[in-house]
């Protein structure tokens, strides 16, 4: 089982869609995490419902510290925002192969109810190719530089739906 560590900020949004998605599309192959450098404390309700919708579970995810995986040996982190890829991980992640996957926050105050709703399903989507790309390489024979430079690219060409 390969452990894959998801994290942002927040914990609250971009990175609970990517547990959420590893742990369902990787089910016998991934073991998927998600934390935050600082957690909201509380999963975004539209975070919630956009998986909902796609009839991925909800009732075990929720929003924590990064801190709280101290024991946890992680094989993988992918940084989702890039306010936390910018920060400096904990010491106990220093031998995880570790992989940028940007994504903006789809959750602005200012948008209105629609527009935050197309911007969870971007996100959802974007993660979904990206996930399915990774799930379909050789992970566990894969050399740790041959891994790290396949799931940094995996970021090229992936879109919403919507956009192609």
């Keep these: 089982m390969i452990n894959v560590f998801v994290i942002c900020t927040g914990n609250s949004c971009r990175s609970v869609l990517g547990e959420a998605l590893f742990n369902h599309f990787g089910s016998g192959r991934i073991q998927a995490f998600s934390a935050g450098s600082h957690p909201k404390?509380?999963?975004k309700p539209k975070t919630l419902a956009t998986l909902q919708?796609?009839?991925?579970?909800?009732?075990a995810l929720k929003s924590q510290s990064w801190d709280e995986f101290a024991d946890?040996?992680?094989?993988?982190?992918?940084?989702?925002?890039?306010n936390v890829a910018s920060e400096t991980c904990p010491?106990?992640?220093?031998?995880?192969?570790?992989?940028?996957?940007?994504l903006a926050e789809p959750n602005h105050f200012e948008n209105t109810e629609s527009e935050i709703v197309a911007a969870l399903e971007k996100t959802y989507w974007i993660l979904k190719q990206r996930?399915?790309?990774m799930l379909a390489l050789p992970l566990e024979s894969m050399s740790p530089e041959e891994l790290t430079n396949k799931l940094n690219s995996i970021t090229e060409g992936t879109s919403s739906p919507a956009e192609g």
């Design 91 to 102: 010491v106990y992640l220093n031998n995880a192969i570790r992989v940028h996957w940007g």
């Design 131 to 133: 996930i399915n790309k």
């Design 41 to 43: 404390g509380r999963i």
């Design 72 to 82: 946890q040996p992680m094989d993988i982190v992918i940084t989702v925002c890039d």
């Design 53 to 59: 919708r796609h009839g991925l579970p909800t009732q």
